[in-house]
């Protein structure tokens, strides 16, 4: 491949593929995202709908929605970097055993990926041949790739993963806490329930794009998760106000 050519222009490839550098990051963003949208509608809006069946008290309500809110987020955050701080440790552990292996034992890896090439259907000549270019060409990226699957320059990022969690638990908790507060009394429940479920349905119909599979079995299943969270905590809620335990 000349300097000037890219992936994409090698015979045989496709644009619409995943191809391209930077696939582990921006799956990573993504994956964090959609996971902190769908947690903070349905964790916010099961504690704004808990207290709005023992209360009609703005304040009770908003309260506990902003708690609800800014605890979620930093909550998601901070288990999204502890995640993937240890997995970027242990991608970063093996690309140094990878280093030092190259260096102590050159032949022995020479040989370990032609190995690799020969038990995936290449003869013997042709997967020492296909090594031994390789490792010309860049012998640590070569077995990283054939080894371990991994690609040096896109080492996820702890800090990007915990950085869209929580903007994205933010940007969907927000949802149901503004619906159950501009919501007059005898609406402000059912209305909710109704915001809720339908930005859950795109959550769940945004994840199965991501990841290519069913969109409706997504939505579906989101929908009904969702809808049980709420009408759970609703009748916590209810039960706690109309026997005057709160």
Known sequence: MS???TADDLPGSHTAEPHREGVAQKLNWLRAGVLGANDGIVSVAAIVVGVAGATASFAAILTAGLAALVGGAVSMALGEYVSVSSQRDS???MIEKEIRELAEM?????EELAGIY???GLTRQTAKQV???LTEHDALGAHLAAELNIDRTDVVSPWHA???SAVAFLTGGILPLIAILVIQNGWR???TFVVVLVA???TGALAAYIGGSSRPRAMIRVVIGGALALGATYAIGTLLGTSGVV
Not at 106 to 110: A, D, R, S, T
């Open 91 to 93: 991608e970063h552990a």
């Open 3 to 5: 300097s000037k050519e």
């Open 200 to 202: 859950l349905a795109g």
């Open 106 to 110: 050159p032949e022995q890896e020479l």
């Open 162 to 164: 915990a950085f869209a």
């Open 118 to 120: 020969q038990a995936k």
């Open 131 to 133: 090594a031994i270019e």
């Open 189 to 191: 429940v059912p209305l």
